[in-house]
């Protein structure tokens, strides 16, 4: 099932919120400084970017659990890069090694990931859920919105057979026609 932008921008804005306030709390719990506020919005940049372009249709569990992984790798790396140029690591060395990790952080984004896929699956299958819902119980009532009841046929006597055109004209009168030269009524 696809859909439309506003839907769209909502579950990237859900998948961006998740994703960044998870892995800001671990990072900054992991590392024992604060992420200055500049990588968490650059963080988010980039995750809402790439959230809204793989947003088009409903996701599984794998490929969730795919994008949080790498989202969780380019937070991490954009966050200490952000504490490191905030002065929080005093060498290019010390900041190197605290960009590649210890395993204790990448263990926490790892957790955080593999957590917040399986949350955000449930809450993708359960609004997938609810729009096919919608889309079959109002299935029906725009069925019924949309027919009219057609004219009182006229009674004809003898062979003469109705006019074919008049029917089209009835079925396709509320039509807009894009073709062909402009019609002058």
Do not use: K, N
């Amino acid at each position: 099932m696809t859909e439309r932008p506003p839907l769209r921008t909502v579950r990237a804005g859900v998948f961006t919120s998740v994703c960044a306030s998870v892995s800001v709390g671990g990072h900054s719990l992991s590392s024992g400084h604060g992420v200055p506020p500049g990588g968490l919005i650059v963080g988010s940049a980039l995750v809402y970017a790439v959230a809204w372009a793989v947003t088009g249709r409903e996701r599984g569990l794998g490929a969730i659990a795919g994008w949080m992984a790498w989202s969780q790798s380019a937070l991490h790396l954009v966050y200490t890069t952000a504490q490191s140029a905030g002065g929080h690591h005093g060498s290019y060395d010390e900041a190197l090694a605290a960009a590649s990790g210890s395993g204790g952080m990448l263990a926490v984004h790892a957790a955080a990931g593999a957590v917040c896929a399986w949350w955000l699956r449930q809450g993708e299958a359960a609004l997938f859920a609810y729009l096919r819902l919608v889309a079959v119980a109002l299935l029906p009532l725009l069925a019924l919105a949309t027919v009219s009841p057609s004219p009182p046929r006229p009674r004809t006597t003898g062979s003469a057979a109705p006019p074919r055109g008049r029917e089209t004209v009835l079925y396709l009168r509320h039509s807009l026609v894009l073709r062909g030269p402009p019609a002058f009524c």
